[in-house]
């Protein structure tokens, strides 16, 4: 492997998987940069995880951004050509018997709950609001594009953040640790 540095980006330009130069302030850079971010925030969240499950899933989930990821930053009518790796649904199934799994121990929920309790159901909402930013950036990006999104991003995206809000519920119901809920504020 080469040198880490190109100093090919040294003037505000970034090269696509096709070879094209871009300006590094497109919205194509700026959406598979936040999927980067979501993906580097789950690194954070594997150091709190302790169910082997969960982790194994989340380093899915992680290859699958990075999936994600290559196709956005490769224009539509390149992607073919270069055999680009799809998010699969099956992948979204795993994400769907995860969640059902976890709903059949949890309490029900009566009403809409503050992000927070340990640590880690904590860093799983903030992984749960980036994966929502990335969700609502690629419906721009494809309204602003006309571009048709890679295999099943928006379905990914949907459930991954549904996983997230999930787990965050599960993690603090195995600690014992009670959820707060929602009350409007009042003076």
Same mark, same amino acid.
């Given at each position: 492997?080469?040198?880490?540095?190109?100093?090919?980006?040294?003037?505000?330009?970034? @090269?696509?998987?096709?070879?094209?130069r871009?300006?590094?302030?497109?919205?194509?850079?700026?959406?598979y @940069?936040?999927?980067?971010?979501?993906?580097?925030?789950? @690194?954070?969240?594997?150091?709190?995880?302790?169910d082997?499950?969960?982790?194994?899933?989340?380093?899915?989930?992680?290859?699958?951004?990075?999936?994600?990821?290559?196709?956005?930053?490769?224009?539509?009518? =390149?992607?073919?050509?270069?055999?680009?790796?799809q998010?699969?649904?099956?992948?979204?199934? @795993?994400?769907?018997?995860?969640?059902?799994?976890?709903?059949?121990?949890?309490?029900?929920?009566?009403?809409?709950?503050?992000?927070?309790?340990?640590?880690?159901?904590?860093h799983?909402?903030?992984?749960?609001?980036?994966?929502?930013?990335?969700?609502?950036? +690629?419906?721009?990006?494809? +309204?602003?594009?006309?571009?048709?999104?890679?295999?099943?991003?928006?379905?990914?995206?949907?459930?991954?953040s549904? *996983?997230?809000?999930?787990?965050?519920? *599960?993690? =603090?119901?195995?600690?014992?640790?009670?959820?707060?809920?929602?009350?409007?504020?009042?003076?």
């Amino acid at each position: 492997m080469g040198k880490i540095y190109t100093k090919t980006g040294d003037e505000g330009l970034t @090269g696509l998987v096709s070879g094209n130069r871009i300006s590094k302030s497109d919205d194509r850079i700026d959406l598979y @940069g936040d999927i980067d971010e979501l993906n580097s925030y789950l @690194g954070v969240v594997h150091q709190y995880l302790k169910d082997k499950n969960a982790k194994e899933l989340l380093y899915k989930v992680q290859s699958a951004l990075f999936d994600l990821g290559s196709n956005l930053a490769c224009e539509e009518e =390149n992607r073919s050509r270069y055999k680009l790796p799809q998010v699969h649904l099956d992948l979204v199934s @795993g994400l769907e018997r995860s969640m059902d799994d976890m709903d059949q121990e949890l309490p029900k929920l009566k009403s809409f709950v503050l992000p927070g309790g340990s640590i880690l159901a904590s860093h799983l909402h903030v992984a749960r609001t980036i994966c929502r930013r990335v969700e609502r950036k +690629l419906v721009h990006f494809k +309204l602003k594009s006309g571009e048709n999104l890679p295999e099943n991003a928006l379905i990914f995206l949907n459930r991954l953040s549904d *996983y997230f809000f999930m787990l965050s519920r *599960y993690v =603090n119901y195995k600690e014992n640790i009670n959820e707060i809920e929602w009350k409007p504020f009042s003076i």
